[in-house]
């Protein structure tokens, strides 16, 4: 393993050290641990907007704090959940009088410390709701959705709740936005290579030089297969047919889509990926308004890549075409 960290038990501390002082003008931290927020003061008057998860993924969720993003992250260990602590650290920091909303994946040590830290919360005063990410189509059926995992989905949903809470909406009303994002959005992904995880230096799964996993989860959760590497045209194809059939997405609907780098695949793969997938779509008569390339949601050093579809409706678009200025992800209209 070649990694550029110093002690292993520290790699996390180091890494949100090393954001803080890169971006000190915008975030700061809160309490005396992991939890990050933006530099103001919570605005008054506005649903606070809480993230979190395991570290490993960056940028999601770390950098995804500023202008219509997230207004706090609760920040885990490498590919573990937050402790109730640092989200209840998140949660005071993001309170701005109309309640605070908790987005993250749907993993179950999430589950429990998030839902802890809402009753915690909920003590001190400060009213909360939860939206769980779930748009990984290969971690269960259409019939068991809210058992699927949380994945690259997560920077749409997170870009419309920001929007949708800057527009002064009342908790139940961001809540049921954020929600609608999240039943629009699917995602799937494959892997090619396994990642390192850098304070263990041990691989997450193994993959034969010559295989690849569809639907492999981003913490090396198993796929629904695993096949011998096919080319960019037949896999993007396979996977394009699970996402489209999942929803299902129809001619004429209009989207905004995502090819997302798992850390080791390159940007000009990246393209290629989406070519194919364009392709597919303009095939099906769906009408792509925008995309995203690039690597949001990662797996360390695992090669692969996964692609989302979100479906817009009148709002959706309206949100999603407002400013997002984060460290990790910036979306500006012209």
């Known amino acids: 393993m070649k990694k550029l960290i110093n002690e292993m038990d520290k790699v996390v501390d180091e890494c949100v ?26 605005k008054q008057g506005k649903v606070g907007i809480v993230i979190g998860g395991g570290a490993g993924h960056e940028p999601l969720f770390l950098e995804f704090i500023g202008g219509g993003m997230a207004d706090a992250v609760a920040h885990g260990d490498i590919f573990a959940a937050p402790s109730p602590n640092v989200i209840l650290e998140a949660t ?7 309640g605070v909303l908790y987005i993250y994946g749907n993993y179950e040590g999430d589950v429990m410390n998030f839902d802890m830290a809402a009753e915690m919360a909920k003590n001190e005063g400060i009213e909360n709701e939860t939206v769980r990410v779930w748009d990984d189509v290969a ?9 699927r995992r949380g994945i690259s989905g997560d920077l749409f949903i997170i870009k419309i709740a920001g929007a949708k809470a800057e527009t002064g909406a009342d908790l139940e009303d961001v809540k049921s936005t954020v929600e609608k994002a999240r039943d629009n959005t699917r995602s799937i ?21 010559d295989e690849m996993e569809v639907g492999m989860g981003v913490h090396g959760e198993p796929g629904v297969e695993r096949i011998k590497i096919k080319s960019a045209e037949e896999t993007v194809r396979t996977m394009a047919d699970k996402v489209l059939e999942d929803l299902p997405f129809r001619s004429g609907d209009e989207v905004v ?19 194919e997938f364009s392709s597919i779509l303009e095939e099906r008569k769906i009408d792509v308004y925008d995309a995203e390339i690039g690597a949001y949601c990662t797996t360390q050093d695992m090669a692969g890549c996964s692609i989302t579809l979100m479906k817009l409706d009148r709002e959706l678009k309206k949100l999603y075409n407002t400013d997002a200025n984060s460290p990790g992800y910036k979306h500006f209209q012209e």
């Open 189 to 209: 992904g494959i892997a090619l290579t396994s990642a390192t995880l850098p304070n263990t230096g041990e691989k997450t799964f193994e993959l034969g030089e």
């Open 17 to 42: 050290e090393g954001f803080l002082k890169a971006n000190k003008n915008q975030v700061k931290r809160v309490g005396n641990v992991n939890a990050i927020a933006r530099k103001e003061a919570p």
């Open 92 to 98: 005071r920091a993001a309170a701005g009088g109309e």
């Open 139 to 147: 971690s269960a059926s259409p019939d068991e959705i809210e058992e």
């Open 257 to 275: 889509t995502l090819v997302n780098s798992y850390g080791a695949t390159t940007r000009l793969e990246l393209q290629i990926v989406y070519d």
